[in-house]
Structures are given as structure tokens and as C-alpha cells.
């Protein structure tokens, strides 16, 4: 697996978790995304900039599914959580978008998507 985290200290903090919970369900970490089976973008959404750098990284990163060893490819954070499902749309190679109160339940929506389950947790989904 390979992690990208943008933004903010809480995102190093959360992607930190992330890798921990995943090591325990036997996957190993990878400096390198084309190497990965799983890439994980851990995105930011609070100011323009950020916004940009995060989308920037899923296309950038996105490509490994077609062109390297990526089965998955997992979107977490607050861009994440704040338009999964515009990023659903516009990202079709996303297996997984998850807000930043969801990843710790990373692994089973890993096991699940391996599977061929696709997740996408959407946030206040009682408002719509």
C-alpha cells in the first residue's frame, strides 16, 4: 500500500493510524505507488489550494490502476468527506471515498472492496 496525506498535521496523524491498522491485517507499506496495491489519498479541502493539491494527487495517483499493480485506490479525508459524491462521479476510479470520522474502519472497507464492493460514505446523508 501506498499513502499519500495532504494538508494538515491531523491528516499525518490520521494517515499514521491508517498505515498502523492496516499493518496489523498484514499490508505492507510501499514508498513507491507504483509498487501498490492499494493507494490511499489522504485530501484536504479547507482552502482553494489545498482543494487543488488534492485533486491534483487522484489524477496523478489514479493512473497506477491502470498502468501499475494498484487494486484499489481509497480517497479519505475532508475533500473526501465533504464531496463524495461529486468525487464519485467525477473519479469513477475510486473504490473507496471516506470522510475523516471513517477511517478507522479502513480495513473492512478494504476487505470489502476487495470483494468488489465500492464505498462511498457520504456525511448528513439524513439531510438530503
Known amino acids: 500500500m501506498y499513502i499519500e496525506s495532504l494538508g494538515c498535521p491531523k491528516n499525518l496523524i490520521d494517515a499514521e493510524i491508517m498505515n498502523g491498522l492496516l499493518n496489523q491485517h498484514q499490508f505492507q507499506k510501499t514508498p513507491y505507488p507504483h509498487d501498490a496495491d492499494i493507494i490511499i489519498v489522504n485530501t484536504c479541502g479547507f482552502i482553494e489550494d489545498a482543494k487543488k493539491e488534492s485533486i491534483d494527487a487522484m489524477i496523478e495517483l489514479s493512473q497506477w490502476k491502470e498502468l501499475g499493480n494498484c487494486k484499489l485506490f481509497v480517497v479519505t479525508g475532508c475533500l473526501a ?14 473504490d473507496i ?3 475523516t470520522g471513517d477511517f478507522p474502519k479502513i ?3 478494504i476487505h470489502k472492496a476487495f470483494k468488489g464492493e465500492k464505498i462511498i460514505e457520504e456525511r448528513n446523508k439524513e439531510q438530503k
Do not use: F, H, K, S
Open 107 to 109: 480495513t473492512e472497507y
Open 97 to 99: 471515498i471516506i470522510g
Open 81 to 94: 468527506e465533504r464531496y463524495a459524491e461529486q468525487l464519485a462521479v467525477e473519479m469513477p476510479e475510486a
